[in-house]
């Protein structure tokens, strides 16, 4: 006897490719993503359900989570984290309008650039490290100290983008605004801006990041709250998880910050003045 | 033709002497103040310490003499550390860079760990090593690693797929590959990730040991040299801090320079 | 001269029922369709047609760059693989390895061979494309036609059946592309090497073809092929010459 078997409805070729194609490129590129991370975690937990370093030294991830959990619930991380977060905010408040300043100066004037720059970059030379002691011995532990610190690192990549940003517009562009008969302001505002806008971004971008470098050496140096401070801390209780958990709270930090502003950046430079 | 600056009018001489008179101004000036200034106070402060005396310092006062034995254990550290930092960058750059599969595993988790600011490893590295001298080399260690991978990988990764192609219709071997055209073609970025990594590495080296503050060091010097509230050794200190670094990288460009001299002059 | 003797090609291409089709987003986009030529060894043939007729992908199939094609493509008798020396490339972006010297670009190819073999097919090279004195000479350092020249030794010095030129002289300007096919021509004829060159210049493939084949595109396909059957060297303002042109610009309009 003919068994007639019934075909299973079948969905339209379209939608069938689209999902083929979903079903096929997702998995791969999540997975491999996860291996790596996954097999650490389940070392470190095969290690420290075995105890084979003193919970002091390697905690289980289990109580890194839980940790992390109750400084947050407890609203510890919060706290630090608007104090490091206001100290950021003024340090590169100060610098980066400092920075845009004396850039737009140096970009602008030849002559003031031939002054200043040589000055410029010897002292850019000392890196914020090193202004940390010098500071400190000048104004204690205070809360200058670190709005200085943060100012000073982002205060060099700004200048530096700025000036260049201004200088690299390329001279046929300028030509154009004389041939046109702009006059300085309107140069300034239909061409210089704009066309340095990428170069200062990309600059601000690594300002940021130096800032936030900055922000947590200074905090671990010379402070009481923030961040940084959590982890020395932690550390001073050998309190390890407290240490891990906040390292991943500053790398989970670093990374919103870099891929904001990158995206940032992304949009600036859609019609960005090719050099 | 009139150029959009502020001092248009201004006779700006074009190269040579007359600038370079101008750069020197302001750094003569500071220089000059700096060693005239604090003498002019009536009495001493102990902030102000004229700038002869702190460059004397090394040689004439007691403790600062102690910074040449500091130096040349920093700068032991820093070659061992680079060293080591630097080796491990470039394995995995270059196991990243070249092959799909591993890049597709680590680079994810290279990139997230990498977000890390690097002054947060030292409280983990002190309390797994101790703060003996484990934790700096490998404080140091990890300050080269990540710019080294970072660029080498970018370096194979960058290879123009063209140049790609011609190793593939000249059936190259593996072996001639790597050695042809994959390590050449990558060898500018392995430099310049060699050269961030050389400044990353020696921040990392006396900072690490400023952080650390246990041992013998420049950093160390510096930290007990706040301590005491010596002013002028801690200028010195930093003085010696940026002037190494500055050293280390002109001689590293200098020594790299020729090995990439196929790139010609770019206009 | 020996140069002849041994560089010369023996076999033939015979390319049958070819075609190849894209998949973008999952809907298929044909490139090539039903491509049929006979190359005999020795043989200029150059291909002509609009942007988009494949006529780049077609080459990049000969050579093996890309696979995955319908009908059959044979060398001397055995189908084609992957790349492989006996098919040689050259692009129109010299693609000289900007770290090796001339003659270490020549030499890419060349492993395998005993050193005193590699240097003889080095020197031969070198002087067969005319680019004496300059063996140690880096790419940034050579001007784009001796670049070009470099590449084509280079693609020579592996003694290949037969040569693919992917636009060769598109990159030059118009003075030095005259020079240069003037010394392709002179090349060609040295070696007798079988030559498929892919151009936009109509008066270029008249100039040095045995036969203009004429693609049309969206999908592509031969229209036409096109005997050139002049005598070397070739007038370029000659009566006959410029009927062929004008034969060849006709067939490429629609």
Redesign the interface.
């Known amino acids: 006897m003919n068994v007639r078997l019934l075909a299973a409805p079948r969905a339209p070729a379209g939608a069938r490719a689209g999902i083929d194609r979903i079903v096929r490129l997702r998995p791969p590129a999540a997975l491999s993503t996860l291996v790596l991370p996954l097999l650490v975690l389940a070392l470190w937990q095969l290690a420290a359900s075995h105890a084979l370093l003193p919970v002091q030294i390697l905690p289980p991830p289990a109580l890194v989570l839980n940790t992390l959990a109750d400084l947050t619930l407890s609203g510890d991380i919060f706290t630090n984290l608007g104090v490091s977060l206001w100290r950021i905010g003024i340090g590169i408040a100060i610098g980066c309008s400092l920075g845009l300043a004396l850039g737009t100066v140096m970009g602008l004037s030849q002559a003031a650039d031939d002054y200043i720059s040589p000055l410029f970059r010897a002292l850019a030379q000392i890196p914020s490290l090193g202004w940390v002691p010098i500071l400190i011995l000048i104004f204690g532990l205070d809360e200058i100290v670190k709005y200085l610190i943060i100012a000073k690192a982002c205060f060099v990549p700004t200048t530096i983008a700025m000036a260049e940003g201004i200088r690299n517009i390329p001279r046929s562009y300028k030509e154009v605004a004389t041939v046109l008969g702009l006059g300085r302001r309107a140069t300034i505002r239909k061409l210089i801006v704009p066309a340095a806008l990428p170069t200062i971004f990309g600059g601000l971008r690594l300002a940021f990041s130096h800032a936030w470098i900055a922000l947590i050496v200074v905090e671990m140096l010379a402070a009481q709250e923030g961040v940084g401070y959590m982890m020395v801390w932690g550390r001073t209780l050998f309190q390890t998880d407290i240490v891990i958990a906040g390292m991943i709270v500053i790398g989970v930090i670093g990374l919103a910050m870099d891929s904001g502003l990158r995206r940032l950046e992304r949009r600036l430079r859609r019609w960005a003045v090719p050099a | 033709m009139t150029d959009i600056t502020i001092d248009a009018g201004v006779k700006t001489p074009r190269h040579g002497k007359g600038r370079l008179w101008r750069g020197a101004v302001l750094p003569v000036a500071l220089l000059a103040a700096w060693a005239v200034v604090p003498r002019l106070l009536p009495t001493p402060h102990p902030l102000l310490v004229p700038l002869d005396e702190v460059l004397a310092a090394p040689f004439i006062d007691e403790s600062g003499r102690e910074i040449w034995a500091s130096l040349a254990q920093t700068l032991l550290r820093y070659a061992g550390g680079f060293a080591l930092g630097a080796s491990a960058g470039l394995a995995l750059g270059l196991l990243v860079g070249a092959s799909a599969l591993a890049d597709r595993l680590v680079s994810p988790s290279f990139n997230a760990v990498r977000q890390i600011a690097l002054f947060a490893w030292i409280p983990l590295l002190t309390a797994w090593f101790g703060n003996g001298e484990a934790s700096k080399i490998v404080f140091i260690a990890l300050s080269a690693f990540f710019p080294v991978a970072l660029n080498t990988h970018d370096g194979l990764r960058t290879i123009a797929k063209g140049y790609m192609e011609v190793a593939a219709v000249l059936k190259l071997s593996p072996r001639r590959r790597v050695l042809k055209l994959l390590l050449p073609g990558a060898l500018p970025s392995i430099l310049i990730g060699l050269q961030i990594g050389l400044i990353t590495a020696w921040l990392g080296t006396v900072g690490g040991e400023y952080m650390i503050g246990i041992g013998r060091g420049l950093g160390i010097f510096i930290a007990e040299a706040r301590g005491q509230f010596r002013m002028d050794l801690v200028l010195l200190g930093v003085i010696f801090l940026a002037l190494i670094g500055f050293l280390a990288n002109l001689g590293f460009r200098r020594l790299s320079e020729p090995l990439i001299q196929w790139q010609g002059t770019k206009p | 001269m020996s140069l002849a003797a041994d560089i010369h090609s023996t076999r033939g291409l015979r390319i049958r029922g070819v075609g190849k089709t894209y998949r973008i987003?999952?809907r298929p986009l044909p490139v090539l369709q039903n491509i049929h030529l006979d190359i005999a060894p020795g043989e200029f043939i150059g291909i002509v047609g609009a942007s988009g007729c494949g006529k780049s992908t077609l080459l990049r199939l000969i050579?093996?760059?890309e696979a995955d094609y319908e009908g059959e493509i044979v060398l001397g008798g055995d189908p084609i693989g992957g790349?492989?020396?006996e098919?040689?490339?050259v692009?129109q972006?010299h693609?000289l390895?900007?770290?090796?010297t001339v003659e270490d670009n020549i030499a890419?190819?060349l492993?395998g061979l005993a050193a005193a073999e590699i240097r003889e097919r080095i020197a031969e090279n070198i002087e067969l494309v005319g680019l004496q004195g300059f063996e140690k000479a880096?790419?940034?350092?050579l001007s784009g036609g001796m670049a070009q020249r470099a590449a084509i030794a280079?693609a020579l010095a592996?003694r290949p059946d037969i040569l693919v030129l992917d636009e060769p002289l598109g990159a030059l300007d118009s003075l030095t592309r005259v020079r240069l096919q003037n010394e392709l021509f002179r090349i060609w004829r040295q070696s007798r090497m079988t030559m498929v060159m892919v151009t936009h210049d109509v008066e270029e493939a008249v100039y040095l073809s045995d036969r203009v084949v004429v693609m049309e595109s969206r999908p592509g396909r031969i229209k036409t092929t096109i005997p050139v059957h002049l005598d070397h060297p070739r007038q370029r303002t000659s009566e006959a010459f410029v009927t062929l042109r004008r034969t060849v610009y006709e067939s490429l309009q629609y």
């Open positions: 987003e999952g050579t093996g760059l790349p492989s020396r098919r040689g490339i692009f972006d693609r390895f900007p770290w090796l890419l190819g492993d880096y790419p940034h350092q280079r592996m």
